[in-house]
């Protein structure tokens, strides 16, 4: 049986990571400084990782086969720009470095679509759409620069010689199986509410993505991370765009800079594409906001 730890295992993300990787068959260790890890972990414990000792202390306690690295300030402007730079690039270096040197086999890393940038104050407009892993990165907020850093991190000791096979992935706006009944999401607005205004979802170019299908993506990843290059980055979302007309027509009336770009999107197609994970991992996403909302 593999051994896998799951830090930030009660968020909106790591909760259905939790319950997936248990159903799958993984003796799941749930790590977390706030109670909510499902009842599917093994054991629980309340840690702070951006404490290196901490860290290396939950790794040579439960010696994990693998580690699937979710814990973060898991929000744009939820916090003080200092505290979520700090706190989630440290909590990013101190995992991987506790994780390689206690001869962890395989990390995961969570980052995030936002590293290309849309929503700078600045002004942004894609290279191209849809928006695939070789798209230019541009981060403009402390949130989303502290992503790009933990992609680094993740990186850095890909390249470092470590055994510890690494790799990240971005997954797409969460949306937890609580939400599509109605529950807030992550942004505070319920997933009628981001499909009736598209100004609210538009700001993140309408992507999404169901939790339990991230899930999948990570449970599969494990498996074929032995076989991939090491420090591999892959999207997820889903196969469609979170929005009830096609982006061609959308996206350009919320960001006037894709217009150009946006043409090349066809149908119900989405901003950005998980075809890399499909190609490398045989992962394609299940759910659609057309099969799980729930309009009763």
């Known amino acids: 049986m593999t051994r896998t730890l799951v830090t930030g295992s009660a968020g909106r993300l790591g909760r259905s990571v939790v319950v997936s990787l248990a159903q799958a068959g993984h003796e799941v260790i749930g790590i977390d400084a706030v109670p909510g890890t499902p009842a599917e972990a093994a054991v629980t414990l309340p840690a702070d990782l951006t404490n290196l000792g901490e860290a290396y202390d939950v790794m040579a306690r439960f010696r994990p086969d693998a580690v699937i690295h979710l814990a973060a300030i898991a929000t744009p402007f939820s916090r003080t720009d200092g505290l979520t730079f700090r706190t989630n690039t440290q909590l990013a270096f101190n995992v991987c470095q506790a994780a390689s040197n206690t001869g962890v086999g395989k990390v995961v890393v969570a980052s995030s679509p936002t590293v290309i940038g849309y929503g700078s104050p600045g002004g942004w407009a894609p290279s191209y759409l849809p928006i695939d892993e070789e798209h230019p990165v541009a981060p403009s907020n402390a949130y ?107 996206l350009p009336a919320v960001i006037p800079s894709t217009t150009a770009a946006a043409a090349n999107l066809t149908g119900t197609a989405p901003a950005f594409t998980s075809a890399k994970a499909g190609r490398m991992l045989g992962w394609t996403p299940k759910r659609s906001w057309r099969t799980e909302l729930e309009t009763g």
């Open 144 to 250: 989303s620069l502290s992503k790009l850093v933990a992609e680094q991190t993740m990186a850095a000791f890909a390249r470092g010689g470590s055994e510890t096979r690494f790799a990240a992935v971005r997954p797409c706006f969460v949306v937890a199986p609580e939400d599509w009944a109605g529950a807030p999401t992550q942004s505070g607005h319920t997933i009628a509410e981001r499909l009736d205004r598209p100004d609210i979802a538009g700001v993140s170019l309408f992507n999404y993505l169901d939790a339990r299908d991230a899930s999948d993506l990570i449970a599969v990843l494990l498996d074929r991370l032995p076989d991939l290059p090491n420090g591999e980055v892959f999207f997820a979302g889903a196969a469609d765009a979170l929005a009830r007309e096609p982006l061609a027509e959308v």
